[in-house]
């Protein structure tokens, strides 16, 4: 027995066990020769070696720790899927569980006709061919609801210029506090106060002062609570 190319791999020249190269795909022939009485005979099989392939699928421009890409739902942008891979990648199937994300044919989805508040599972599946078993790339994308700013309470909303001091508290919202802010001027200009917590203390005030909290959640920020 005899075995080509070279690079295919190797062949047990009496028993024609073959074993192939874990790199080589394409076309190796395997050739059995016989001598006898009128001369020498052969007989070739062509063996088709099928490089299997690989597949890689993300989404980008995103929030969140990978794998998991974060997105909000007022997110109208078509979000586009990366894709890599090697050997014959192309031509696989998208599809999500479970049931809710707008994904299209050529992986993009939309999250703002998603339902939100749902982790999806979107799936890159390369059917099985040439003798290589079907791939599939998997990749985590979450919906997040937008935030719901609450409200914020006090025992009064009128305190004397001299010697006050009270205790604000925001509660009913939707999401994580990312920071307190006030304003003297009704609104025009903020002041940032680091305090991530439902309850704001304030004493001390000469001016009127509005306050706010600034809220987020998830892939949604931005929201305030007055």
Same mark, same amino acid.
């Given at each position: 027995y005899s075995f080509s190319p070279a690079a295919a791999g190797s062949i047990n020249t009496t028993t024609g066990a073959v074993t192939y190269n874990a790199a080589f795909f394409g076309t190796a022939v395997i050739t059995a020769t016989s001598s006898g009485c009128q001369g020498p005979k052969t007989a070739t099989h062509t063996v088709t070696v099928t490089q299997m392939p690989t597949a890689n699928i993300s989404y980008s421009? &995103?929030? +969140?720790?990978?794998? $998991? =890409?974060? *997105?909000?739902?007022?997110? =109208? $942008?078509?979000? $586009?899927?990366?894709?890599?891979?090697?050997g014959a990648f192309t031509g696989g199937v998208y599809s999500s569980t479970p049931v809710g994300l707008s994904l299209n044919a050529v992986g993009s989805f939309n999250a703002s006709t998603s339902a939100p508040e749902k982790t999806y599972t979107v799936s890159y599946t390369i059917a099985a061919a040439g003798g290589c078993p079907a791939v599939v790339a998997t990749a985590t994308v979450r919906i997040d609801t937008l935030p719901k700013g609450g409200t914020i309470t006090q025992f009064t909303n009128q305190v004397c210029a001299s010697g006050n001091a009270g205790t604000l508290t925001l509660s009913g919202h939707v999401g994580t506090i990312l920071r307190w802010e006030s304003s003297t001027n009704a609104g025009t200009t903020w002041t940032t106060i680091s305090n991530t917590t439902t $309850? !704001?203390? *304030? =004493? +001390?005030?000469? &001016?009127?002062?509005? %306050?706010? &909290?600034?809220? &987020?959640? +998830?892939?949604? =920020? +931005? !929201?305030?609570? %007055?």
């Open positions: 421009g &995103a929030s +969140g720790i990978p794998p $998991t =890409s974060i *997105f909000c739902v007022n997110n =109208s $942008t078509l979000q $586009t899927v990366n894709r890599t891979g090697t $309850t !704001l203390n *304030f =004493s +001390g005030l000469t &001016a009127t002062t509005i %306050y706010r &909290a600034v809220l &987020a959640n +998830g892939g949604c =920020s +931005g !929201l305030t609570a %007055y």
